[in-house]
């Protein structure tokens, strides 16, 4: 069992024994359901980005309108993207992990008030 010694951090409370709580483990996988397919969604997208960039040229430089071309327009898309998946996480964790972390907070929060 691991209790931290008086700090800030709180006095006597086992860190360890509550990454190992079902409160606990429960926000991880909520977190991670997220994190991990939306990182790789959008590293496919991005390397696809790259790729068409330096092997499909002819593709790249088709004329949009006037000088904009459909290199440009991907290119800024993955702002888009990149603006849309943080505007994602945010919504998603306000729903479902602030609730969760909270929880766990205000019962660490006791223990330690108990004590």
Known sequence: MSITPESDLGS???FIGEQ??????ELRKT???FV??????????Y????????????????????NVNVGILLGLLQFVS????TAAYV???NRKLDPKATAIRKRLEAQEAGE
């Open 20 to 25: 190992k709580s079902e409160e606990f483990v």
């Open 82 to 85: 990149t603006f849309g998946i």
């Open 36 to 45: 991990f397919p939306m990182a790789v969604i959008f590293l496919l997208w």
């Open 47 to 66: 390397f696809a980005y790259v790729l068409l960039a330096d092997y499909a040229h002819e593709f790249m430089s088709i004329k949009v309108w006037g």
């Open 31 to 33: 977190h991670r359901s």
């Open 91 to 93: 919504s998603f964790a």
């Open 12 to 14: 006597g409370i086992d």
